[in-house]
């Protein structure tokens, strides 16, 4: 699925991912270049928690450090792969052990 550069914001994300709870199709998400924040990332989480995501996309977009450990936290047990999150305002990361995705390859 591919909704990119402008496709998106916070509240249109959470009604979108309110209606893939369901779904666990999906192997790939784009969303790089929408004005998603961390009230975004919030609503992706129940998907990403129960979705079978080899990648997903979510470059160029103001999720801050907050954004990506709540990504991290909701993929850990999930198959993906391939996590992009370029130019996302991230200064820092802290995490504790084994909170990175188990299958995680590229970053």
């Not at 496709?7 to 790089?32: I, V």
């Not at 270049?33 to 998907?47: D, H, K, T, W």
């Amino acid at each position: 699925v591919y909704l990119n550069k402008g496709a998106m914001n916070d509240h249109k994300m959470s009604f979108f991912c309110r209606g893939l709870t369901r779904s666990n199709s999906m192997q790939l998400m784009a969303l790089y270049e929408n004005n998603l924040s961390i009230a975004g990332v919030r609503s992706m989480v129940p998907f990403l928690q129960k979705n079978n995501l080899k990648g997903l996309n979510i470059s160029d977009n103001d999720i801050l450090s907050e954004g990506l450990i709540l990504l991290f936290q909701a993929l850990s047990d999930s198959p993906i792969e391939d996590l992009r999150v370029n130019n996302c305002s991230i200064e820092s990361i802290e995490l504790a052990s084994g909170r990175l995705p188990r299958n995680l390859k590229h970053l």
